[in-house]
């Protein structure tokens, strides 16, 4: 059996040494670092080659990768690195790795043409600049040989563990069984739909109830084709850390059933991936061994860390934390390391879907045949526009201005009159422009170089406000670069107090908003043998494929329910109206039908609002005329502390009505079974609000969909008002209520948008 590896994954396992070392000069992005390359070749005569796909072997090693570039009249091998700052200051263990894939890639290369000799060459891009540097040295392919066959030799016994590994791992997933011996109702469909998406390498949607068990519904078949489809990894991805959390415990009870009697042991490495301000152990330490011990000498420690690593199959946060603690070595590098080598990944979206996501990179670079589960997929265009929008706030910029160093106070007032233009020449306070600033673009261009040479030059002790803009910077021109009619660029702008406004002076906030997220999803969804989201709330079909840009003929499913219209009696009250110009009539007759219901049916409730105000203004004259019934509210800017709070709340001999704002915290990603949650009601259509933002993604749906209303508000509205609904039952024991408070809901399409097995009665 072979063991593929890549290039780069080769020498970065054997030719890394010494200290971490992220000194403080970005990288460039991804599509940064592609323009440089295609740059660099474009300077090239019309014979010089690009991407050359090289592979070789050494016993039961197969080496592959794609080399930058090939000069055959110089007969010049080309590995082409982008960088920005100064080039004097690269880590010199980065150099050496550079060197590593340059004579990997070179003695490939002699095989391939049968070479005398070959001329490698570092050639090293300043974007900002677009000078290049170029250092080359002549090999001969016995040196090569002997550099190559030393590299491999040194991985070939962590090959022949990872083989051995998979052979195991394999094995027990052939054998592994559902841990509750039987599938609920509609959970088998679901497997059965997973199972054949990824056998037949399609994306696939499905529409589940909540309740369901959708998490072990489709990580178990997904786990199961790991053999037949011969997959390397499995990622996991989830909106908020609820989700994440299921899907461990459902991997924990996998893990945990495969060690029962008569059971396979279960080989299966499992890693939860942290965002790097959780997983930081020194918050005001930089990256690199002068600041941060656990940066210092991080690569060579970093062989027993993994090895210790890999003794813990589920590597959660917590246990990731105790392993690199114990060998001294920063967590979060760690767990990019562990990502390599593990098999199932949990964590956010955008560690795969993101502009700069690692999982993809990593994806592309490994030539890894992953499938994709994700969570609560409803979600995804809304993230998917937050991942490649970039936002520039003037408040903050003018107050850097103030304290910036004298170094930069030139490229700052450079940028700072370029705004100032652009909020001039803006009458209303709100404008929307289908073009990017090009001029503002430049100038920010030149204002991020100039800080990148002070922070090159000033590595310790970076001012915070400095750092946070430079890395907004940066972001809004990578932004820039993807801009298309899958955006709007717009400003907003704040006057200010009486006396600025004499002035004529105002701030803005910039965005580069991106309000179609499809063809950078597409992206994504092509490099994995199969994506399946699912969520209980991804109709209709064809908006999220859409504007997920989710492949042609990808199917949507609906699973069937294991619920009963008996279990949930679904009550429209059409005498109420929530429209904003009808809330305040609305207050006592919604206070008034929570109090009848609680007299009728005691138990713990949950009632939805559009606001905190409209929230605020219920809550004021419900405690007035029911102060014997308990209430309990949902604040603004809960931390997770006070989030569990409130759901601690809800116990199974409580009694009580809690207030929260629907497509909140508690309006989905929940769990209240049995008796901590008898009924809710929805004051709301959860239409989003009805602003020049919005008016303006409105306008922009409607000239590439035809349909700009239901999918601006009307299509995310009623998600959010099934996803709170979906919060009171759970199981096939549960039964309860739903109030659904507005004369809209009996409209007919309305209903088509609400679950099928409801059975709804109107009052």
Known sequence: MKY????????EFTAKAGDLDLCFTPSPSAQEGIAGHGLVASRRHADYQTEITLEGAYQHLVVRGRADGYDPVLNQLEEVKTYRGDLNLMPENHRQLHWAQAKIYGWLLCCKLELPEVRLALVYFNIVTQQETVISEVFSPNLLEQFFEHKCSFFLGWAEQELAHQSARNQALRELRFPFGEFRV????????????????????????????????????????????????????????????????????????AHAEHEPSLPLRVLELTARDKACEHPDRACHGDSCPLAQGFYDRLPAAREAALECRMLDHHALRTVALEHNVCPYYLSQEMTRWSDVIVGDYNYYFDVSAMLYAMTRINQWRVSVL????????????????????????????????????????????QWNMLNKEQASSYGAYDEAPAKFLLVLQHTASAITDYLTEHPIGIDSILQRFYFDALRFGQIAELFDANFLFDITKSEGNEDKKRKGQSTSMLCLRNVVPAPFMKLKFEASRATVLFSA????????????????????????????HEQLEVHVNRQISTRFQHRRASLEPIAALVARQYEKSPGNYLTFFSSFDYLQQVVEVFSARYPDISIWIQERHMDEHARQAFLDQFTSDGRGVAFAVLGGAFGEGVDLPGKRLVGAFIATLGLPQMNAVNEQIKKRMQSLFGDGYRYTYLYP???????????????QQDKGAVFLIDDRFTHAEIQYLLPKWWNIRRE
């Open 374 to 417: 994700v969570d609560e997929a409803h979600n995804m265009i809304e993230r998917g526009r937050k991942m490649y929008t970039a936002e520039l706030d003037q408040v903050g910029f003018n107050y850097l201005r103030r304290i910036a160093p004298s170094a930069l106070k030139k490229p700052l007032d450079r940028l700072s009159r």
């Open 537 to 564: 709330t991804l109709s209709p079909g064809h908006f999220y494929k859409n504007l997920l840009g989710l492949p042609d003929g990808t199917p949507w499913i609906e699973v069937d329910t294991p619920f009963s």
């Open 186 to 257: 509609g959970q088998r469909q679901l497997a059965e739909a997973a199972y054949k998406a990824v056998s037949t390498g399609r994306c696939l949607m499905l529409q589940a109830p909540t309740g369901i068990g959708k998490t072990m519904g489709t990580l178990f078949p997904l786990l199961k084709a790991f053999p037949s489809q011969q997959l390397d990894k499995l990622f996991f991805l989830a909106a908020k850390t609820p989700g994440r959390r299921l899907a461990l415990d459902a991997l924990k009870q996998l893990l945990s059933n």
């Open 4 to 11: 593929r590896v890549a290039v780069r994954a080769l020498c």
């Open 717 to 731: 509205g009623m998600q959010k008002v099934v996803q709170a609904a979906g919060r009171v039952i759970r199981t």
